[in-house]
C-alpha cells in the first residue's frame, strides 16, 4: 500500500520560493485504479515524480509497504504524456530496454517483449520504429515497457493528453482492461474530469497550488466494460458534475490569485 504522508514539497528558483505541495495525506490501496485530478500548475507533476522518487518531499515522507521511498525503483512503472522511447529501437528493442535493466536474461526478453506488446494490441507492430508509430501506438510501447518489468504500481502522469479524443478513448479501455487483467495499482493523473471518472474506482481532487487533496470521491460503478456506453450513463453524468464542482471552485481560486497577481505587478508592487 502507498501513503503519503503529510507530504510537502517547496522549489526554490530565481531567488523565490514555490510551495507546490503542503501536506498531502493520501492512501493508495493494492490494486486500486487511483486517479489523481487538479488544476494546471496545482502539483500533479510533483506529487507523481515524488512517488516515483524522480524528487525528494521538503516534508513529511512517502512509504509503499512501510518501505520509505528514496528514489526510482523497478517496483514503480512510470508512463509520462511524452512517449520518451528510444527512437534507434524497433517496438520490441525499446520493451527489451526495461527488462535489460530488470537483468532479464539476454535470451528470455524477445519473447517477454512480444507478450507484452500483444497485451497493449501491438501484435504484428514489433519491428517498427517510433517514427512509423502513430501517438497512440507510441504510448502503447511506453505502457508495455513499463508493464514488463512487472511493477507493483504504474505511475501515469496524463499519459494520453496528447492524442485526439477517440485514440484516447480506445487507450482508456485497453488499460482498464490491462488493469483488471494483471491486477496492477494504478495511479493516473489527469486534468481531465470524464478521463477521471471513467478509469478511476476514486478520484482524489486536487486544490490549486498549494496542491493538497480537497476530496477523494469514490466511483462505485461496479464493471465498466459491461455499461455499454457508460458516458451517457446519467450515473455517470452525476460523477462527472460532482467531480466538475469541486474543480470548478478551485480554477476559480485559481484566476483570482493569477488576477490579484497581474494588478500588483501592472501596479508596480
Ligand atoms: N523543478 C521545478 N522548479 C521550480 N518550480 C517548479 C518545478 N517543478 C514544478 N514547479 C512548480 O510547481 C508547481 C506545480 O507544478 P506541476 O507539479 O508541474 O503541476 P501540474 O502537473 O499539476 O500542472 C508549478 O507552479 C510549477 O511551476
Ligand atoms: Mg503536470
Known amino acids: 500500500m502507498i501513503r503519503f504522508e503529510n507530504v510537502g514539497k517547496v522549489f526554490h528558483a530565481r531567488g523565490t520560493s514555490v510551495t507546490a505541495l503542503d501536506g498531502i495525506d493520501l492512501d493508495v490501496r493494492d490494486g486500486e485504479f487511483l486517479v489523481i485530478v487538479g488544476p494546471s500548475g496545482c502539483g500533479k507533476s510533483t506529487l507523481l515524480d515524488l512517488l516515483g522518487g524522480l524528487a525528494t518531499p521538503t516534508s513529511g515522507r512517502i512509504t509503499i509497504d512501510d518501505r520509505e521511498?528514496?528514489?526510482?525503483?523497478?517496483?514503480?512503472?512510470?508512463?509520462?504524456?511524452?512517449?520518451?522511447?528510444?527512437?534507434?529501437?524497433?517496438?520490441?528493442?525499446?520493451?527489451?530496454?526495461?527488462?535489460?535493466?530488470?537483468?532479464?536474461?539476454?535470451?528470455?526478453?524477445?519473447?517477454?517483449?512480444?507478450?507484452?506488446?500483444?497485451?497493449?494490441?501491438?501484435?504484428?507492430?514489433?519491428?517498427?520504429?517510433?517514427h512509423e508509430l502513430s501517438g497512440g501506438m507510441k504510448q502503447r510501447v511506453a505502457i508495455a515497457r513499463s508493464l514488463a518489468f512487472d511493477p507493483q504500481v504504474l505511475l501515469m502522469d496524463e499519459p494520453f493528453a496528447a492524442l485526439d479524443a477517440q485514440t484516447r478513448d480506445g487507450l482508456q479501455d485497453e488499460l482498464l482492461r490491462i488493469w483488471e487483467q494483471t491486477g496492477k495499482t494504478v495511479v493516473f493523473i489527469t486534468h481531465g474530469i470524464e478521463e477521471a471518472v471513467?478509469?478511476?474506482?476514486?478520484?482524489?481532487?486536487?486544490?490549486?497550488?498549494?496542491?493538497r487533496i480537497k476530496q477523494v470521491v469514490d466511483i462505485p460503478i461496479t464493471s465498466r466494460s459491461a455499461t455499454a456506453d457508460l458516458r451517457s450513463d446519467p450515473e455517470f453524468a452525476r460523477y462527472r458534475h460532482e467531480i466538475w464542482s469541486l474543480l470548478r471552485d478551485e480554477v476559480d481560486k485559481a484566476r483570482s490569485a493569477e488576477l490579484g497577481r497581474t494588478r500588483k505587478e501592472t501596479a508596480g508592487v
Not at 198 to 211: E, I, K
Open 69 to 130: 521511498v528514496t528514489g526510482p525503483g523497478l517496483d514503480r512503472g512510470v508512463v509520462f504524456q511524452q512517449y520518451a522511447l528510444l527512437p534507434w529501437r524497433t517496438a520490441q528493442g525499446n520493451v527489451e530496454f526495461g527488462l535489460e535493466a530488470k537483468h532479464v536474461p539476454r535470451r528470455e526478453r524477445p519473447a517477454r517483449a512480444r507478450e507484452y506488446l500483444d497485451l497493449v494490441g501491438l501484435s504484428g507492430f514489433h519491428d517498427r520504429y517510433p
Open 198 to 211: 471513467y478509469l478511476g474506482q476514486r478520484v482524489a481532487v486536487m486544490t490549486s497550488r498549494p496542491g
